[in-house]
């Protein structure tokens, strides 16, 4: 009786010793699975364990992660030839462009009669505008394919939404009763590219003369570890935003005036930020749209600068 005791235990050891290698191995496959899933490996799971039944799990899945890494890379190459070629399509049709728009601001109008004229000013407007929503579907293509360039250099913040209030302050004073520009006259320099900080800048007050209605805000609120311009403008009654698909490109709010708007120019305005290394952020306070364009305090991105010429 002693040795069919002995014997039991021994089956029993050897299936608990079993059970714990088989549970093991199945631990460190679903780590090794899970690893794969979040994008951190591509290789094969390895071949663990004594059982057989996991060895061939094993052979299966490893199958199926050669067949998604091809697939993958595929995929990768098409999206990368598409953008390149959007790219260079959209850079194609701005050089008949820009020559069209020559040719026309080049015709003798003292020849013309009042409904030439009229026809020719329709001709210009039209391809005016499709210069410029080519000009930002070449833009946002560019950022897309990760060819885009920046140039740093010092400027003023404050100087610069300024000049674009001012270039387009006869389309706000048209939309909005009530206009605020509420910046300090500090001197403060940051170091980044002028000309994506304006398009930035340009298309958050575009946006706003194109769906706000009777009032325009843009204030300045420093805070310890950034500057935060706020782009604020009140919403037609009518007017239905969804904030977290602002961004979307080609997202047009229900309610929102029909224009020729590619819809493209938020969506620009928040790539380039974070090609700057910027925040831009949507909010909605009841009747009013907020944007938040932040600039972190990087002690080698900004600076106060005394007695230094403004730039």
């Not at 199945?26 to 390895?46: A, Y």
């Not at 009669?113 to 410029?132: C, G, H, M, P, V």
């Not at 977290?244 to 305005?269: C, H, K, M, V």
């Amino acid at each position: 009786m002693i040795w069919i005791l002995f014997i039991s235990i021994g089956i029993n050891l050897l299936f608990i010793i079993a059970w714990f290698f088989y549970h093991r191995e199945l631990k460190e496959m679903i780590l090794q699975v899970k690893t794969i899933k979040q994008g951190n490996s591509h290789t094969p799971l390895k071949r663990i364990g004594f059982s057989k039944r996991n060895r061939q799990l094993v052979e299966e899945v490893n199958e199926l992660i050669v067949s998604f890494n091809q697939t993958d890379k595929e995929n990768r190459r098409m999206a990368k030839q598409s953008k390149e070629m959007i790219a260079s399509i959209s850079h194609d049709f701005r050089t008949p462009l820009t020559s069209m728009i020559g040719y026309i601001q080049m015709l003798d109008k003292t020849t013309l009669s009042a409904r030439d004229l009229n026809y020719l000013k329709i001709i210009e407007e039209r391809t005016q505008l499709i210069s410029s929503l080519i000009d930002e579907f070449y833009l946002l293509s560019l950022l897309d394919a990760d060819d885009y360039q920046i140039h740093n250099e010092a400027i003023n913040p404050i100087t610069l939404i300024q000049e674009q209030v001012a270039q387009y302050y006869e389309e706000l004073s048209a939309t909005f009763e009530d206009l605020k520009i509420d910046l300090t006259d500090e001197l403060i320099v940051i170091q980044t590219s002028r000309v994506d900080f304006e398009r930035i800048v340009q298309n958050l007050i575009k946006n706003a003369f194109i769906h706000g209605v009777q009032y325009f805000n843009i204030r300045l609120e420093k805070q310890e570890d950034r500057l935060r311009f706020i782009f604020e403008n009140k919403l037609s009654e009518k007017q239905k935003v969804d904030v977290n698909r602002l961004f979307d490109r080609n997202y047009q709010s229900e309610g929102a005036r029909a224009t020729d708007s590619s819809g493209l120019g938020l969506a620009i305005a928040k790539q380039l930020s974070e090609k700057l290394n910027f925040s831009l952020s949507a909010q909605l306070q009841e009747d009013r749209l907020q944007f938040h364009l932040d600039i972190y305090l990087d002690a080698w991105k900004i600076r106060n600068i005394e007695n230094v010429k403004d730039r």
